[in-house]
């Protein structure tokens, strides 16, 4: 599957436009090297995403699950030049020049959204050659971006497409670093680059992490941090730096340009979003009083197996819990995670994402969804079909600051839309159909809608969609 040759000739007459080496160019580049620090460029990799060719499609009959916590039986889906343009129930008119598509015993939801993934930048297959998640060279790399390591043609993307429905996903380094740089929120498109996969205007998010992770890699090298007061430490001496080169370029007072303090200066003005890796309930208290030290916010909490504890402290600060459904025990820090952990801050009040961390766990967060769901049945909790759907569609667009675009079906949204072969809470459900931007991009029945990376082509693979 291919871009329009319009996308592409438009590609190369915006090529063509450029200066080079003329006298114009250079003056431009002398007034650069002399400009204030805050005429520096702040989006210098913007997105040259377009949408895919789409046709008006009325989704007729299904049941309809609208990402909001709202469900409609016998509902009609209206997609149209790239955004939802209606839902409503069998009485909602379809206008003539629509395709219509019977979903009679089938469901709707909106796209789904993983707001913790490393595809790109840990592809699969996973060679070491193709490992670029972690900058494990400090302690501390505010200063790297996460998609500069993103690889398009991971064939991961078109497996979380065609098995799990995702339409979008937010790419972050690892968790070895206390402060890992930069993450980027991604449209699940193909794409020859990065720029036209970024999901546009989206904010960067900046990826921390707590605990043992970056005490255990420092502290084998003999440096610090190798306690968790050692993490703190180096977090805040951080913060500090941040916060003086924040106040001079504020007052015009820069005098010379640092990658990282940028990114920290952007996340103090509010303009990037705090993705904290963290597990232990203790330290996600800390966490929230550090934010508050140094005036930032926390976003979401991710694998927070110990959310359940602090539910109340999550949900005053506003912050979201992105967890697994069963995935516990495997270090220390998630020794005290329990299954019920969903269905306990769902309860709580306080917004619930489950997310996967892994290439494989993407494609089944519907699954993963349901599973948390039944644990919390087991004690008590009956959340509803149409609530725990939110888990993995506008939640995360919450915490990725894109919930005004997408995450659930209303007008004006963008018309990311699964169409489920049964109730996507069941073990037995599959993404028959998925639009991204009203484009058809994923057809269980028609062989020519799957996409397949170039790395794949001729090669038989694991999860072939081919």
């Not at 329009?4 to 114009?24: E, F, K």
């Not at 890992?180 to 449209?187: D, E, H, N, P």
Request: net charge negative.
């Amino acid at each position: 599957m291919g871009r329009t040759a319009g996308h592409v000739l438009a590609g190369l007459a915006l090529a063509l436009a450029l200066p080079l080496g003329t006298s114009a160019g250079l003056a431009k580049a002398k007034d650069e090297k002399t400009a204030p620090a805050s005429a520096w460029n702040e989006n210098p990799y913007p997105s040259t995403y377009r949408a895919y060719p789409g046709e008006p499609v009325a989704i007729v009959g299904a049941t309809v699950f609208d990402g909001a916590g709202g469900r409609i039986d016998n509902g009609t889906v209206l997609v149209a030049d790239g955004k939802v343009q209606a839902i409503g129930d069998a009485a909602l008119a379809v206008p003539a020049t629509y395709r219509r598509i019977d979903g009679t015993g089938k469901f709707v939801t909106p796209g789904v959204i993983d707001i913790h993934s490393h595809l790109g930048v840990y592809p699969s297959p996973g060679v070491d050659a193709h490992q670029d998640g972690n900058e494990m060279t400090s302690p501390t790399t505010p200063q790297v971006w996460a998609e500069h390591s993103v690889w398009p043609q991971d064939p991961g993307f078109s497996r979380a497409l065609a098995n799990g429905g995702v339409t979008t996903l937010q790419i972050l380094p690892g968790s070895a670093n206390l402060i890992g740089g930069r993450s980027v929120v991604l449209k699940n498109v193909p794409s020859r680059t990065v720029q036209g996969m970024k999901f546009p205007d989206a904010p960067y998010g900046m990826k921390m992490a707590c605990g043992e992770n970056p005490k255990r890699v420092y502290g084998a090298k003999g440096q610090m941090p190798s306690t968790r007061m050692g993490n703190f430490a180096v977090d805040r001496q951080t913060w500090i730096k941040a916060a003086e080169y924040k106040r001079k370029r504020d007052a015009g007072k820069l005098e010379e340009r640092d990658l990282g303090m940028e990114t920290l200066a952007d996340v103090l003005a509010g303009k990037i979003l705090v993705q904290n890796h963290c597990y232990r309930a203790d330290e996600m208290a800390f966490v929230i009083d550090m934010a508050r030290e140094f005036g930032y916010k926390v976003s979401a909490f991710h694998h927070a197996v110990e959310a359940y504890k602090i539910g109340d402290l999550l949900k005053q600060n506003d912050i979201c819990a992105a967890v697994w459904a069963d995935w516990w025990g495997f270090k220390m820090e998630a020794f005290d995670g329990i299954p019920e952990n969903a269905a306990l801050l769902q309860d709580a009040g306080v917004c619930v994402i489950i997310h996967s961390d892994d290439d494989y766990g993407i494609q089944r967060l519907n699954q993963e969804a349901a599973k948390a769901q039944g644990d919390g049945r087991r004690i008590g909790i009956a959340i509803p079909d149409e609530q725990v759907v939110r888990w993995f569609t506008l939640n995360p667009a919450k915490a990725l600051g894109i919930d005004a675009k997408t995450g659930s079906l209303a007008a004006g949204k963008m018309g990311d839309v699964v169409l489920w072969n049964g109730n996507p809470l069941s073990v037995y459900a599959r993404p028959e159909k998925v639009w991204v931007d009203g484009a058809l991009l994923y057809d269980a029945l028609d062989p020519k809608r799957r996409p397949v990376s170039d790395f794949e082509l001729g090669l038989p693979g694991e999860g072939d969609v081919k």
